[in-house]
């Protein structure tokens, strides 16, 4: 995979532009193209995990596993990141001095945690500071007469894209596809998504003209309730529109669940119409490696944007 050198020669250019041109990392920043990822970390929680000899204990992603990751996401050099199914801020934390350990600096955080209490939660790490944070993490539906929380909520933070423009990027990850007693999951994953279109909606009302990024584990296909809920509709201005991405062989699918053989396109990346002009298509993708099914059973989608 070529990703590595690329990446490498980004991080150097980025340096030397900040030495020879005397500004701040911080300043050089906002000269240069800013990579976003998204990632399903794939319980990098403590959790009861099974052992040899049979039984449980309660563990955390095993070392092997969180290698792949780590080296994934030092491959893709992100100047954001933004991740589920992560632990508490003690993981959060451990897991920003593994990355610095890999020359990937990523300083600023953000995270809402999973409202069921099972820790597998949203958050946001960034080379570059916060403007402001809109996260809402106490959203709930009623469904069947029970009231149900939107279980990781919507993580939502405003960046500065370049000198007199904001970026406001959103995460979200969706009630999975398992079935549960507190209702069906299809209708659980449209509750979801219809509050944070009514998040979006609210987001645009303030601003029109809004550079929106939604990042996320939708847990549902292309075509499917909880994403067009979440897009809008096509004909107006808050649209959100589906950026196509594909890997170095031009497959599209970010999810594989093992039992069934099954590959899916679950991650997606919507973006507002005031955004689009920012977006290098072609320099965005899906990220691939041949040993990727040791870190998570979902592959991580990168969009590379233009100041």
């Not at 959790?47 to 309660?58: F, K, Y």
């Not at 069906?184 to 303030?206: G, I, P, V, Y």
């Not at 396109?265 to 955004?275: G, H, I, K, W």
């Not at 298509?281 to 040993?291: L, V």
């Amino acid at each position: 995979m070529t990703i590595p050198n690329r990446s490498r020669l980004k991080t150097v250019a980025t340096l030397l532009a900040a030495v020879f041109l005397c500004l701040d990392p911080a300043d050089s920043a906002e000269q240069r193209k800013i990579t976003v990822a998204f990632y399903n970390l794939k319980n990098h929680l403590l959790m009861d995990r099974r052992v040899s000899g049979g039984g449980s204990e309660r563990l955390p992603k095993p070392e092997e596993e969180l290698e792949v990751v780590l080296k994934s996401i030092a491959e893709i050099q992100p100047d954001v990141l933004v991740v589920c199914e992560i632990g508490d801020e003690r993981t959060i934390s451990a897991f920003q001095a593994q990355l610095e350990q890999r020359g990937v600096l990523l300083p600023h955080s953000h995270s809402i945690t999973d409202a069921a209490g099972h820790e597998r939660n949203l958050a946001i790490l960034s080379s570059l500071p916060f403007q402001s944070i809109h996260s809402r993490d106490r959203l709930s539906y009623r469904l069947g007469g029970t009231l149900i929380p939107h279980q990781r909520g919507i993580l939502d933070v405003s960046l500065k894209l370049s000198t007199d423009e904001s970026l406001r990027i959103l995460g979200l990850h969706l009630k999975s596809k398992r079935e549960v007693t507190e209702g069906d999951q299809q209708e659980m994953r449209r509750n979801e998504a219809r509050l944070t279109r009514e998040h979006l909606d609210e987001l645009f009302r303030t601003d029109p003209d809004a550079k929106v990024l939604l990042l996320g584990d939708l847990n549902a296909l292309r075509h499917e309730p909880a994403v067009r809920m979440i897009q809008g509709i096509s004909q107006r201005p808050d649209y959100l529109r589906a950026l196509t991405l594909t890997d170095d062989r031009g497959a599209r699918w970010t999810h594989h669940w093992s039992y069934a053989d099954a590959y899916s396109r679950f991650d997606f990346a919507l973006y507002s119409r005031a955004l689009s002009r920012h977006i290098e298509r072609d320099e965005s993708y899906i990220y691939h490696r041949p040993d990727w099914w040791k870190g998570s059973d979902h592959r991580p989608i990168v969009v590379v944007l233009e100041p």
